[in-house]
């Protein structure tokens, strides 16, 4: 007995979506070829949303894992990265590169601390003044943080490893 898939035909679509950005950032089908396993036509099927035959044919994660590292060293997010932690539930955050002999200080985290107090002291004034409207000045403030903190998780982890 085959139970019915849990994506949606809507979340397919976006995948593929994701997969022909990420394809495009990698500088299009023929260089996306040279640094995976796979031709450029097969790659262009992964992305492609406008033909049916095309329509359950994704890319193999070992071929996104060259896609997410090769965007990686350009300092990019792999859409389809974000899109698949999208559909997780989440959200892609990049955790800073840290060198083994960095200190507390140099991790930023008096810079994490202020942005963390601005953060608090934003929603803080907002719920005060009954105001709404906070997100826009927050959002920036609420990645930044998780980044940071991720940043100095990952550190800490490493030192303890």
């Not at 023929?30 to 097969?42: C, D, F, L």
């Not at 930023?108 to 202020?114: E, K, W, Y």
């Not at 929603?123 to 943080?145: F, H, M, W």
Request: aromatic share 2%; glycine share 8%; net charge negative.
């Amino acid at each position: 007995m085959k139970l019915e898939r849990p994506t949606s035909d809507k979340d397919r679509r976006a995948i593929k979506q994701a997969t022909h950005r990420t394809t495009s950032l990698c500088g299009g089908q023929e260089s996306a070829a040279i640094i995976t396993r796979v031709n450029p036509k097969t790659l262009s099927d992964y992305g492609n949303t406008g033909n049916s035959r095309h329509t359950d044919v994704f890319m193999p994660v070992d071929v996104l894992a060259d896609m997410i590292l090769d965007r990686r060293a350009a300092g990019e997010t792999a859409p389809l990265l974000a899109q698949l932690c999208e559909l997780g539930g989440g959200v892609f955050v990049p955790v800073p590169e840290v060198g083994k002999e960095t200190n507390a200080v140099d991790l930023g985290v008096v810079d994490l601390s202020q942005k963390l107090l601005n953060l608090v002291a934003l929603l803080t004034q907002s719920l005060a003044e009954n105001d709404t409207d906070y997100r826009a000045g927050s959002v920036e403030l609420i990645k930044e943080a998780i980044q940071g903190l991720c940043g100095l998780r990952s550190r800490l982890e490493e030192s303890e490893g």
